[in-house]
Structure formats: structure tokens, C-alpha cells
T-cell receptor, first 113, second 115 residues
Framework: GDSVTQMEGPVTLSEEAFLTINCTYT??????LFWYVQYPGEGLQLLLK?????DKGSNKGFEATYRKETTSFHLEKGSVQVSDSAVYFC????????????FGQGTRLTINP | GAGVSQSPSNKVTEKGKDVELRCDPI?????LYWYRQRLGQGLEFLIY????????KSGLPSDRFSAERTGESVSTLTIQRTQQEDSAVYLC?????????????FGAGSRLTVL
């Protein structure tokens, strides 16, 4: 079945460091890919998405590129801030068939000043 | 409404009792989803509704779990004879449609604690 695998957390970085959170997926066909973020005490919200191969999603300085050849959607940010501390979830959604959003296990990110 | 509304926000119950969790989706959203998030873990799909189509119940963990939705409005998730392992945050989400890359908007969740 469809699945998403994220890098193990927790991840702790210093402010202004470069961030990569790895995400790979297994799915039938050509799914859409998403990153959701859950800030402390808040609900889950969409960070960015990409709907086809080689698309790049971006928001708030975060980027992720849909790589079909490596079935990956790694999240990157050039210079993280303390306010980026949150749990990040990679997810996929099929274009046909079962229409549920399948999530990875989440990666907790802590940024120290 | 402006967002997805869930109630109660917190529920503490005793093992063996039944609980009902409510979700009020964004007006006009035809698709509605329920997920479970256990402490420190990812989101586990439970069920989704799309308009008047038969719901996808493939994620419900046992027959103690059921959900209903009337038309394109409120949904209730019912857990019968609750067990301690049911303790989790139950998240509801809605989207314009289930198909394609429509973005899910999540509610704040209902935290269930089974003693």
C-alpha cells in the first residue's frame, strides 16, 4: 500500500542553520505530495505542496521538489529561525482511487537561539 | 464557518464508556476526514466521506469505531466501550473535494483520555 517515510527525529539545530528533512514515498501512480506543519499548541496546517514531477513547492522560506526518479520530497530551508520549531509531516495523496492523505510519522524540529 | 470546528476539545472518560466526538467542517467542503494521532506518533487515517458516496472506512481499527455524516454537514465519530489504547487526539479535516490535490484543512482536534 501507499506509504511515506520521514527521517527520524528529533532534529535540533541552531538558528540560521541549513535544514533538510528527508521524505520518501511509495505509491501507485503519480500522487500529490505535501508538507504539513504542527506548531506547538496549534492545529496541523499546510506548509507547501507539489502535484507533479519536478514541481517545487515553497512557502515561508521552505522548499521541496517532487523527485519522481528517487520518489522523494525532501524539505529544505536555508536559514532556520526559532519560530520554525514544530513537528513536520510529509504526506501523499493519490490522484485516483483511495483519496485519503497518507502521512509520515512526523519529524520534531527544535531550533535553539 | 471560517475553519473546521471540533468538540469537545478535551474528553476524559472511564474505560468501557462510549464517547462521541463532533466535527463541523468548512461550509461548502464536500469531503470530510477523521484521523487519530497517538502521543508522539504520526497521523493514522480512520475514515473519509465524500458527498453522498459510500464512506471509505478502511482505517477504522475495530468495530467499536463508527462515524456518521449527514449530507455535507456535521460528522460524529463514536467509540464504543472505550479502551485505554483509544487515548489519542482525534483530528477532523475537510476539503472542497476528496479528489486531486485539494488541500485538507484540519481542526484543532479532540483529545481523548481513557482512564
Amino acid at each position: 500500500g501507499d506509504s511515506v517515510t520521514q527521517m527520524e527525529g528529533p532534529v535540533t539545530l541552531s538558528e540560521e542553520a541549513f535544514l533538510t528533512i528527508n521524505c520518501t514515498y511509495t505509491a501507485t501512480g503519480y500522487p500529490s505530495l505535501f508538507w504539513y506543519v504542527q506548531y506547538p499548541g496549534e492545529g496541523l496546517q499546510l506548509l507547501l505542496k507539489a502535484t507533479k514531477a519536478d514541481d517545487k513547492g515553497s512557502n515561508k522560506g521552505f522548499e521541496a521538489t517532487y523527485r519522481k526518479e528517487t520518489t522523494s520530497f525532501h524539505l529544505e530551508k536555508g536559514s532556520v529561525q526559532v519560530s520554525d520549531s514544530a513537528v513536520y509531516f510529509c504526506a501523499l495523496k493519490r490522484s485516483q482511487g483511495a483519496q485519503k492523505l497518507v502521512f509520515g510519522q512526523g519529524t520534531r524540529l527544535t531550533i535553539n537561539p | 464557518g471560517a475553519g473546521v470546528s471540533q468538540s469537545p476539545s478535551n474528553k476524559v472518560t472511564e474505560k468501557g464508556k462510549d464517547v462521541e466526538l463532533r466535527c463541523d467542517p468548512i461550509s461548502g467542503h464536500t469531503a470530510l476526514y477523521w484521523y487519530r494521532q497517538r502521543l508522539g506518533q504520526g497521523l493514522e487515517f480512520l475514515i473519509y466521506f465524500q458527498g453522498n458516496s459510500a464512506p471509505d472506512k478502511s482505517g477504522l481499527p475495530s468495530d467499536r469505531f463508527s462515524a456518521e455524516r449527514t449530507g455535507e454537514s456535521v460528522s460524529t465519530l463514536t467509540i464504543q466501550r472505550t479502551q485505554q489504547e483509544d487515548s489519542a487526539v482525534y483530528l477532523c479535516a475537510s476539503s472542497l473535494e476528496a479528489s486531486g490535490a485539494n488541500v485538507l484543512t484540519f481542526g484543532a482536534g479532540s483529545r481523548l483520555t481513557v482512564l
